[in-house]
């Protein structure tokens, strides 16, 4: 048997033939065990993975206010410096003047080397004392 | 209006609807009872191994739940959940690719897979799924999803993320090869394969 007629008789048989032969396979008695098992890890590592992100912006977030305070610190320290510095300048402009005429020609000489002996002596206290107390 | 853009149907509508209101659970309870099988059935296409598509699925399902509350509604929800499944897949397939790098695919999985979705034995149905598994892959593709998907091109079409029309045509050439075989074999009669299965 040849023909249009015959390959369409055979096309149909064979749909026919085709849809019992390939079935669906069904969905596996243990899937949903299993894939309940796969979405709880899932969901496990999901918590652990939000957690993680938490903490991490947390301590970038107290990373940045450290970073803040200090450049805030640092500015206001080297603020105070500046101020002081032009302060003991004025200062001692106004009151050098008096110092020589009451109290002698050579005492802005001994005001600046007490001076440099107290600040050398306030630098030098903190790292002596250690020193001391190691030894 | 959405719906009517993406081609979504009225039940993927309400999985969408769930997503949107936040009831994730709710949503891949629904979303699993309509699409479970269809997942495993693509996977089975694709993969020819029993235990690999139901790994593949469980895997695509899982990604699937990860990524729900990121899908944003401008891809169908199932061409969505396909695409996902065929990556998985395709993911699959490529590490068996290596694993069995210079092996010919053998005919064994499939064989395997189809015994034990058919009836308990029938020598003509042995036989047609053996043709089946030897037609070239992208035709077997086609005419097993056609089948497993009840006959529907626009089932089919959606799996593979392909036209309508690509799946008639590449069925069309499946058939016309299977009726080949058949012919080369000397089965063409329609009765043989009438007689068997009535």
């Known amino acids: ?42 969901a496990d590592s999901a918590d652990l993975s939000t957690l993680r992100k938490r903490l991490e912006s947390e301590r970038r977030e107290q990373l940045g206010t450290l970073e803040a305070n200090y450049i805030r610190v640092r500015r206001s320290a080297l603020g105070t410096l500046i101020g002081v510095a032009f302060a003991a300048g004025a200062a001692a ?10 109290l002698g020609a050579h005492t802005p000489q001994a005001l600046a080397w007490g001076g440099i002996a107290l600040g050398l002596g306030i630098a030098f206290f903190e790292p002596l004392r250690r020193l001391l107390r190691r030894y | 209006m959405r719906a009517a853009a993406t081609g979504t149907t009225g039940r993927d509508q309400d999985i969408v609807e769930l997503i949107r209101l936040g009831r994730r ?17 693509l996977c089975c296409a694709l993969l020819r191994d029993h235990t690999q598509a139901e790994d593949a699925a469980q895997d ?9 509350d990121r899908y944003d509604g401008r891809a169908s929800l199932s061409s969505w959940i396909y695409a996902i499944t065929r990556n998985r897949c395709l993911t699959a397939l490529e590490r068996r690719r290596k694993l069995d790098s210079g092996d010919e695919p053998g005919e064994a999985p499939e064989a395997a897979l189809a015994a034990a979705a058919a009836p308990p034995w029938d ?10 598994e030897g037609m070239p892959e992208h035709l077997r593709r086609v005419l097993l999803l056609y089948y497993y998907e009840d006959r529907s091109v626009r089932e089919v079409a959606l799996m593979l993320g392909c036209s309508e029309g690509t799946v008639k045509t590449t069925l069309f050439r499946a058939r016309a090869t299977l009726t080949e075989m058949l012919k080369r074999r000397g089965w063409d009669d329609p009765a043989y394969w009438a007689e068997e299965f009535s």
């Open chain 1, 93 to 102: 402009a106004i009151a050098l003047p008096w110092l020589r005429a009451h």
């Open chain 1, 1 to 42: 048997m040849t023909g249009p007629a015959a390959d369409g008789k055979l096309e149909r048989a064979l749909d026919g033939a085709l849809g019992r032969a390939l079935r669906a396979p069904n969905v596996p008695e243990t899937f949903h065990c299993r894939l309940n098992a796969g979405l709880a890890r899932a």
């Open chain 2, 25 to 41: 659970d709710g949503a891949f309870e629904e979303l699993l009872r309509r699409y479970e099988g269809k997942v495993y059935r």
């Open chain 2, 123 to 132: 020598g003509r149905a042995q036989q047609l799924r053996a043709l089946v």
């Open chain 2, 60 to 68: 695509s399902l899982v990604r699937v739940w990860k990524a729900l």
